[in-house]
Nanobody, 119 residues
Framework: QVQLVESGGGLVQAGGSLRLSCTVRGRTVSMVAMGWFRQTPGNEREFVSSMRWSGGSTYYADSVKGRFTISRDIGLNTVYLQMNSPKPEDTAVYYC????????????WGQGTQVTVSS
């Protein structure tokens, strides 16, 4: 069984910083990419950022570009989302996800971690 374990959420002031972590635990998974998504009540889950596991190419939503940074530690099977200068509109439940080799989309999801940005 594979689990994605997220941590690092919480309350942060606008303009501060916060780092989310997501670790893949369990049996070995061959990954194409790991990503971060977020969701607010009544809205669909939206893409935030992703990273190709091999090669490290990164992708960002326009709304977070220049403020958030995704990175990974291959040895720890962990992906991070460094959130700098967060805004109140970044408040959401953040989910990490894995796209496995052979899959066309993200099929493994974490349980989500709440991020609240106060003004």
């Amino acid at each position: 069984q594979v689990q994605l374990v997220e941590s690092g959420g919480g309350l942060v002031q606008a303009g501060g910083s916060l780092r989310l972590s997501c670790t893949v635990r369990g049996r070995t998974v061959s990954m194409v990419a790991m990503g971060w998504f977020r969701q607010t009540p009544g809205n669909e889950r939206e893409f935030v950022s992703s990273m190709r596991w091999s090669g490290g190419s990164t992708y960002y939503a326009d709304s977070v570009k220049g403020r958030f940074t995704i990175s990974r530690d291959i040895g720890l099977n962990t992906v991070y989302l460094q959130m700098n200068s967060p805004k109140p509109e970044d408040t959401a439940v953040y989910y990490c996800a894995v796209q496995r080799v052979g899959a066309s989309n993200y099929g493994l999801w974490g349980q989500g971690t709440q991020v609240t940005v106060s003004s």
